[in-house]
């Protein structure tokens, strides 16, 4: 009787763990429509989306060994109301292969981290001869860095891509394409990062390219500061750092999906098919990816293949993206696993 008990205890006890995180993985993949201003908890969940779904795949092997069916129909329902998400983060394409002659263009995206402020204007010209390799005919690029030392970086990428405009500080876009007109988009004061648009004329069609950079999650810096105070011998409590990451990724929310939806009220207001590209600070799914996606397509569900994240520096997550308008049609979606920056630089061939 004593271990029937304790079954029936274990059995219930796992069944109430399978009900909490498929509640928990629900309200994940509706954080995304709340604005954190207002949401916090909720949209906070979407950035431990991965860990839940990883959850209900366990959860669903359990169930499964214990033969309990019905139970299992808990986890897989969740699995499977999953399936969008993934394919924010994972696409599979078998049968398909990108056709690089046929006529169209390429996009990239790519932070920069101001070529670490290295002096010799090497990273600069690396990178440059790695867009010309990719034949890259439009670039994005958020912390650019106009000097390296004496070596002019902006002059000389202008060498190959003919055409350039410059954003607020460190925002600018190479076209080997005629550029009608551009504008940058203010976040205000207190913040360093910005958006800009410019027109440009792709064989005599008007495309507006929107270049965004949203703010950091300040996660690294809270990092050195830690790591400053340990070194100088400051007495730290013990959860005093899990407390300025939190509040570090809460502010940096709430700034980003203001300065979202800025942006996204600048797409609505486009006369031209829009493609929206950048590093947007935040991960696919969150309200900013949302906001930000509005009606466009995302350009890696629609061609791209395999697992895709964008930022290296010890977290494998997505937070660099090229939207369009569905009226382009993308042929192909990928990064290059570069390493002078802490961001990957992100590719997007488009066919007329």
Known sequence: MGKLAVYKYFSFMFLVVTVLVSSFTFFGLFGGTANPATGTAMAMLVYVLPHLIIANFILA????VRRRW??????VVTILCCIPYMGTILQVR?????????????I?????????REISGFKA??????????????LCMQEFMEFSGDKDNFKKYKEFFTYAAKGKDDMVVFSRFPINGSEMIDFGTHTNNSAMWVDIDINGINVRLFNVHLETTGFNRTLHRFAKLEQQGAQLESNAFLRA???????????????????AQKIKESPYPVIVCGDF???????????MLGNLVDGFKECGDGFMYTYRSGREVRIDYIFHDETLTGEN??????????HYPVFMRFSF
């Open 61 to 64: 092997v359990f169930w499964i």
């Open 70 to 75: 019905h139970w299992l129909c808990i986890p």
């Open 94 to 106: 078998i049968f398909t292969h990108p056709d690089e002659n046929k006529a169209g263009f390429k």
């Open 108 to 116: 990239a995206t790519y932070n920069v981290a101001m070529f670490g």
């Open 125 to 138: 010209e690396d990178i440059l001869s790695e867009m010309k390799k990719q034949k890259t005919d439009i």
């Open 245 to 263: 990451i939190y509040d570090n990724y809460t502010v940096g929310m709430i700034i980003r999906a203001r300065q979202a939806n800025i942006v």
């Open 281 to 291: 600070n935040d991960v696919a799914y969150s309200y900013v990816y949302n906001t």
């Open 333 to 342: 979606y990928y990064k290059q696993e570069l390493s002078y920056s802490d």
